[in-house]
């Protein structure tokens, strides 16, 4: 076979695997790179292994709900089964992908990849050149570890699903969703968890109710939260790792985890040979159809910086190959994306905070607080929030901020009227399915508080 292409993709995580089957279906000649495993992050070391494990975290939470419900419950966990069972879907999971790209034609080449011209890509391990048509990079991201003495101790993200053993302590530094999702995960599994954060409190950039209902829902797990403080420093001593603070605190941890961010993954991938142009950030610069500096290359998914999201760089995959090899230019709209983070308890959000919204005009605002039906047997007192943000006088529906169990789900399906503009009046028209936590966002009456020229009134 030749080693001419019409599309070579590097990376074969969520976007890449899209735009090479699509493109493939189309009736394109391609091959697709990866260095590590098909499925990419969200697959092997992300989305799913991290939801796999939230599942089981919750458990613990229904065990001590089950009492009330007349229900005796004497329950132990076990560390590697759980592991090994994820192991089993993940492989599941990576020969679906293997079979989604050989069905329609994709040729998967197991290698390292980099770039030596617009139309060029050398393999490393094969010592061999492929020439084509188009190049698509589709590398993803990794995770940032903060350059300080020790940091090596330390694991990340990609480390924390495969631990040998549960650690009796944890810290966490970080205060995105990445953080307080291994947060509920560690604590749900009885680790005593600590969060460290720069900031003066968690998920910057969402809503503050939002924010603050997450950080109750955390301290009553028992979840410890430190702000406004980093970490200076790790060592060893003996079985647990030394942390030193930014304030001059020293405490012993049995892990330590960092979660502060992550990178594209550009480095060494020959990107300059072709004139590809980055961000200042250090992601791929591309344009609304997803191509770089380069004609000949585009980027798609995490590499370019946009929205760090599986089905963002599934959809971007996807109008790549409508764009470039079915002739049909799509762009994909970033601007009203639902959001999840799988924490306990549990956030969905899509379209503006408050902030936000208060500078388009008057609002309305809609609150509502409640305890979960599951929990009103209990004496748990942790408080469902939905957030209704509209135009004034019943407008367009500018955010839905939900938290509590089942918000995630709730979200998506608030996007499809999200996204054919609906007003407040279009929700009002829902029938309410009674008893849910959804049917408060189809039956508030009254705003709770208004926005009018800017100011809370």
């Not at 993954?265 to 250090?282: C, D, S, W, Y």
């Not at 549990?346 to 609002?363: C, F, K, Q, S």
Request: glycine share 10%; proline share 5%.
């Amino acid at each position: 076979m030749s080693d001419g292409y019409d599309l070579v993709v590097i990376g074969a995580g969520s976007g890449g695997v899209r735009a090479a089957r699509m493109a493939a279906t189309y009736g394109a000649r391609v091959a697709i790179i990866e260095e590590f495993r098909v499925g990419g992050t969200c697959v092997i070391r992300g989305c799913v292994p991290k939801k796999l494990y939230v599942y089981a975290a919750r458990f613990s939470e229904m065990f001590d709900v089950a009492e009330s419900f007349g229900w005796q419950v004497d329950a132990k966990f076990d560390w590697p089964t759980l592991v090994a069972n994820k192991d089993k879907e993940i492989t599941r999971l990576e020969q679906a992908y293997v079979a989604n790209l050989e069905k329609p034609g994709v040729e998967i080449i197991r290698d390292r990849a980099v770039v030596t011209g617009p139309n060029s890509v050398h393999l490393v391990n094969g010592k061999r050149d492929l020439q084509a048509k188009t190049i698509l990079i589709a590398t993803g991201a990794h995770p940032s570890i903060p350059h300080i003495l020790g940091a090596e101790l330390g694991i990340s993200s990609n480390e924390a699903f495969d631990l040998p053993k549960l650690p009796h302590s944890i810290l966490i530094e970080g205060g995105g969703y990445i953080a307080v999702e291994f947060a509920t995960i560690f604590a749900g599994l009885g680790v005593d968890t600590t969060i460290i954060y720069r900031g003066d409190c968690i998920l910057r950039g969402f809503d503050d109710d939002m924010r603050r209902g997450l950080e109750a829902g955390l301290q009553d797990r028992g979840i410890k939260l430190i702000y406004q403080t980093t970490i200076k420093s790790l060592a060893k001593a003996g079985d647990n790792i030394s942390a030193t603070f930014s304030d001059g605190v020293v405490a012993p941890y049995g892990a330590v985890m960092f979660a502060t961010g992550r990178a594209p993954n550009v480095r060494h991938l020959g990107l300059e040979t072709a004139g590809v142009k980055l961000t200042p950030m250090g992601a791929i610069a591309v344009d609304g159809y997803s191509q770089s500096s380069c004609p000949s290359i585009y980027a798609v998914g995490d590499v370019t910086g946009r929205a760090a999201l599986t089905p963002v760089a599934i959809r971007e995959g996807w109008y790549f190959a409508e764009t470039v090899f079915n002739n049909n230019p799509m762009m994909v709209d970033h601007s009203l994306i639902p959001t999840a983070v799988f924490s306990d308890p549990e956030i969905g959000v899509i379209g503006l905070t408050e902030p936000e919204a208060a500078t388009h005009g008057d609002i309305d605002v809609y609150v509502a607080r409640f305890r979960p039906m599951m929990n009103t047997l209990s004496t748990k007192t942790e408080r469902t929030i939905l957030k209704l943000i509209v135009g004034a006088n019943g407008g367009k529906v500018l955010g839905v901020h939900i938290l509590g169990p089942g918000a995630a789900e709730m979200i998506q399906l608030v996007a499809i009227p999200m996204g054919m503009g609906a007003s407040k009046a279009d929700f009002d028209r829902a029938m309410a399915l009674h008893p849910t936590a959804a049917e408060e966002l189809v039956t508030f009456k009254a705003p709770t508080y208004t926005y009018r020229n800017g100011a809370k009134v």
